[in-house]
Antibody, heavy 122, light 107 residues
Framework: QVQVVESGGGVVQPGGSLRLSCAAS????????MHWVRQAPGKGLEWVAF????????YYGDSVKGRFTISRDDSKNTVFLQMNSLRGEDTAVYYC???????????????WGQGTLVTVSS | DIQMTQSPSSLSASVGDRVTITCRAS??????LVWFQQTPGKAPKPLIY???SLQSGVPSRFSGSGFGTDFTLTISSLQPEDFATYYC?????????FGGGTKVEIK
């Protein structure tokens, strides 16, 4: 069955960088876009980024544009989120998720991982 | 950006009650709306996509309706496992945006 597993979270100082990874299995990774969604402690959901199948097109939320970069390595069935210039408000659980539709330009996060916690604090 | 406004932000209900949650988009999104359910400590899971299509495996007591800017999630008979937070999200255009959530609590 579909499985996505996030890793790479931790504590980082303001202004620092962190790279999250998401390993996927149970589906034809190459054919699907992948999302990152985050949730600050006790708060609602915020969509962060999406990368299309093939990696040609990428989209970002307003609050992370210019600071975060999504990428993928289809040979390793893995998607990444490079996070630079981190701020306190980036503290959240970061979820990786598969898009439900093959070859789409992005719908919604369908199959989610368990999340990885990123804490930005001095 | 399209703003998604959910109401109410929380509600109290009893097992067996009919529950309705609304979601309003700041611009028309046709039917590009999904509803999620999230229980504490767990990842969200999609319930309804395309405003009214039931995700595979989701009980039929859940239903969705609406088009354009106004949408509704209905739980016909609330069950104990339905006490959770519900979110709507539009996927008509980027950036994708979520509503603020509706917490359904036990009365």
């Amino acid at each position: 069955q579909v499985q996505v597993v996030e890793s790479g979270g931790g504590v980082v100082q303001p202004g620092g960088s962190l790279r999250l990874s998401c390993a996927a299995s149970g589906f034809t990774f190459n054919n699907f876009g992948m999302h990152w969604v985050r949730q600050a402690p006790g708060k609602g959901l915020e969509w962060v980024a999406f990368i299309e199948y093939g990696g040609s097109n990428k989209y970002y939320g307003d609050s992370v544009k210019g600071r975060f970069t999504i990428s993928r390595d289809d040979s390793k069935n893995t998607v990444f989120l490079q996070m630079n210039s981190l701020r306190g408000e980036d503290t959240a659980v970061y979820y990786c998720a598969k898009d439900p539709q093959e070859y789409s330009s992005g719908w919604y996060a369908d199959s989610w991982g368990q999340g990885t916690l990123v804490t930005v604090s001095s | 950006d399209i703003q998604m406004t959910q109401s109410p932000s929380s509600l109290s209900a009893s097992v067996g009650d009919r529950v309705t949650i609304t979601c309003r988009a700041s611009h028309g999104i046709t039917s590009y709306l999904v509803w999620f359910q999230q229980t504490p400590g767990k990842a969200p899971k999609p319930l309804i996509y395309g405003a009214s299509s039931l995700q595979s495996g989701v009980p039929s007591r859940f239903s969705g309706s609406g088009f354009g800017t106004d949408f509704t999630l209905t739980i016909s008979s609330l069950q104990p496992e339905d006490f959770a937070t519900y979110y709507c999200q539009q996927y008509n255009s980027y950036p994708l945006t979520f509503g603020g959530g509706t917490k359904v609590e036990i009365k």
